[in-house]
């Protein structure tokens, strides 16, 4: 895949390149990433790349001069490019949405600064804005390194382990189950005892409830449109039961 990233600030997609998944993937060609400084395509001896507000208000807006050449010039050497502008404004950003991108072989991702860009370029050069969460930040470029990094594992060798990605929380619609590595016992607190039994038919089961279990109790959301399976059925109305006859016994004793 290549990624073109359109920014004042070409420097910061350095960061990407400092150790781990990403940087291997960029380093076997798997994903290549480009940058373009939109202030190239500023005119003027001030390479000015900012305006103030039609109508007024406070803070500047990028001109759609400079940002409209920069898309044409990435546009032009890649021609089938997905085009995204990370806005606050844009489509909510999730794991789907990744998978999603990671089919396609070119993206273009624009990244705006100081109050925003002119509307204009959202809506006659991008194909979709995007939004990675209802927070505003100073640029879109954290924005594009977030979508860079979640896109960039999901590519084919990426992880080395392509188990790693299948199994991954949002992979199974569920939070992660809790994972633990040695000690055994740390400052008081045991792995459980589970995990260590050897029985990995046992070890797949436990880990599936303790998912239903944590995504239950921090994002039900997330349980509304996930299939359950028969088993994931039998233990949640278990679960329902035990919790009815405690409370039972609590109504009947006070
Ligand atoms: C475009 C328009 C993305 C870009 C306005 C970008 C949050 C996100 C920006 C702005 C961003 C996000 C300055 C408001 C840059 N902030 N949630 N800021 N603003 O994905």
Redesign the pocket.
């Known amino acids: 895949m290549n990624v073109t990233v359109l920014t004042l600030f070409p420097e910061m997609f350095s960061a990407l390149l400092v150790g781990g998944i990403i940087k291997r993937a960029v380093e076997s060609n798997r994903i290549s990433i480009e940058t373009i400084d939109i202030r190239d395509f500023a005119k003027g001896p001030h390479r000015t790349v900012d305006d103030r507000p039609y109508g007024g208000g406070s803070g500047m807006v990028m001109k759609p001069e400079p940002l409209a050449g920069a898309i044409r010039h990435a546009k032009q050497s890649h021609p089938g490019a997905f085009t995204l502008?990370?806005?606050?404004q844009?489509r909510l950003?999730d794991h789907g949405l990744a998978r999603e991108l990671a089919r396609c072989a070119e993206l273009i991702l624009v990244?705006?600064?100081?109050?925003?860009?002119d509307d204009r370029i959202c809506q006659d050069l991008a194909d979709e804005e995007?939004?990675?969460?209802?927070?505003?930040?100073?640029?879109?470029e954290l924005?594009a390194m977030v979508v860079i990094d979640a896109v960039g594992r999901l590519l084919p060798g990426a992880l080395g382990n392509e188990q790693s990605a299948q199994e991954d929380s949002f992979s199974t619609g569920l939070l992660e189950y809790p994972q633990y590595t040695r000690p055994r016992s740390f400052e008081g607190f045991d792995v459980p005892d589970m995990l260590l039994s050897g029985n990995h038919g046992a070890i797949r089961q436990w880990r599936r409830q303790a998912s239903l279990v944590r995504t239950f109790l921090e994002r039900p959301d997330l349980l509304l449109d996930q299939p359950l399976t028969p088993e994931d059925i039998v233990f949640l109305e278990r679960l329902h039961r035990d919790i009815e006859i405690t409370l039972d016994r609590h109504s009947t004793t006070s």
């Open positions: 502008v990370l806005t606050p844009g950003f990244c705006g600064r100081y109050e925003g860009i995007l939004s990675i969460g209802d927070y505003v930040l100073t640029g879109g924005a």
